[in-house]
């Protein structure tokens, strides 16, 4: 049965269903996109019901990097807790389910990071990243002469981060006498 949601109070109660979900703070377009994903709302109608929880301190959020993470108050939480069975349960497993998709996809991208800033115009920095709980578990600067050069070191970098790692382990970690032969 396909499920859609226009009273307020039952789409805020989804986008708290989401958000605790995933147990970590998510951006609104993670939030929006695993709502949208079943239609279950309009992108509108979410972006609006996510200002008034926040404003009611159900949701907070801090912002990194430009991105708004959201996550749940005690209050959030206590409100799934009571109202989640206002929610059909097959409404509530299809949002569990592609947040447990979503949250692989997610930390993923959070955990890969490759990024470049021009100095001037001939000199790009370059920083790549693999992090994990918060900690750099490997980090690269580097800076090199193009922007396009600095682009396609970013762009390698996302599509094969441990590749990549691992790559730059062996070399580093090798012998030399073992390079020689």
């Keep these: 049965m396909?499920?859609?949601?226009?009273?307020?109070e039952d789409v805020k109660l989804i986008i708290l269903t989401v958000i605790n979900n995933f147990n970590i703070?998510?951006?609104?377009?993670?939030?929006?996109?695993?709502?949208?994903?079943?239609?279950?709302?309009?992108?509108i109608d979410i972006m609006q019901h996510l200002y008034e929880l926040t404003e009611s301190g159900m949701v907070t959020y801090y912002v990194e990097d430009c991105a708004k993470f959201y996550s749940l108050t005690q209050k959030g939480k206590d409100t799934v807790?009571?109202?989640?069975?206002?929610i059909p349960f097959t409404v509530r497993e299809r949002l569990f389910e592609t947040a447990k998709k979503k949250s692989r996809e997610f930390l993923n991208e959070q955990s890969i990071k490759a990024e470049y800033l021009a100095h001037n115009d001939f000199e790009f920095g370059v920083t790549l990243r693999i992090v994990e709980r918060g900690v750099d578990m490997f980090r690269l600067e580097i800076t090199?002469?193009?922007?396009?050069?600095?682009?396609?070191?970013c762009a390698k970098f996302r599509r094969?981060?441990?590749?990549?790692?691992?790559?730059?382990?062996?070399?580093?970690?090798?012998?030399?006498?073992?390079n020689k032969s």
């Design 160 to 178: 094969d981060p441990e590749g990549f790692y691992a790559n730059v382990f062996t070399l580093l970690a090798s012998d030399d006498n073992e």
């Design 25 to 43: 703070p998510i951006t609104h377009s993670v939030i929006a996109d695993t709502v949208l994903t079943h239609s279950f709302a309009e992108y």
């Design 2 to 8: 396909d499920y859609h949601f226009d009273s307020k």
């Design 144 to 153: 090199v002469s193009s922007e396009e050069t600095a682009k396609t070191m």
């Design 81 to 86: 807790g009571y109202f989640s069975s206002k």
